[in-house]
């Protein structure tokens, strides 16, 4: 069913105003207030909820392989969260995990 380039321009318009009113809830409401202890612990988590949901499917359903799960980007995700335990540090998890999805890759190819 085809769609007029009014209708898609009507529906970017409405989402736009949605998106700056949600944003604005919070920056212009709750902006110059300050938040309760509790919510603050909470907003603490959410980029660690975030990153693993933006990575995961890159991981377990690649674009590379047509959606299928590859072992090699599996064993890079796995080396990339034990160096990130071990060591607690960003660029010694990024490079494990970019060595062992290298090694991977070439070895599996």
């Given at each position: 069913m085809p769609v007029?380039?009014?209708?898609?321009?009507?529906v970017i318009l409405i989402l736009?105003?949605?998106?700056?009113l949600i944003r604005w809830s919070f920056l212009?409401?709750?902006g110059g207030r300050d938040l309760p202890e509790w919510v603050l612990r909470m907003l603490r988590y959410t980029p660690v909820a975030v990153l693993p949901a933006l990575v995961a499917?890159?991981?377990?359903?690649?674009a590379a392989t047509g959606g299928q799960p590859d072992p090699?980007?599996?064993a890079a995700a796995l080396a990339t969260v034990i160096a990130g335990l071990w060591?607690?540090?960003v660029l010694a998890s990024i490079a494990a995990g970019a060595a062992t999805l290298a090694l991977m890759l070439?070895?599996?190819?």
């Amino acid at each position: 069913m085809p769609v007029s380039d009014l209708t898609i321009w009507i529906v970017i318009l409405i989402l736009g105003v949605f998106t700056y009113l949600i944003r604005w809830s919070f920056l212009g409401v709750l902006g110059g207030r300050d938040l309760p202890e509790w919510v603050l612990r909470m907003l603490r988590y959410t980029p660690v909820a975030v990153l693993p949901a933006l990575v995961a499917p890159l991981v377990v359903w690649p674009a590379a392989t047509g959606g299928q799960p590859d072992p090699a980007r599996m064993a890079a995700a796995l080396a990339t969260v034990i160096a990130g335990l071990w060591t607690r540090n960003v660029l010694a998890s990024i490079a494990a995990g970019a060595a062992t999805l290298a090694l991977m890759l070439y070895l599996l190819a």
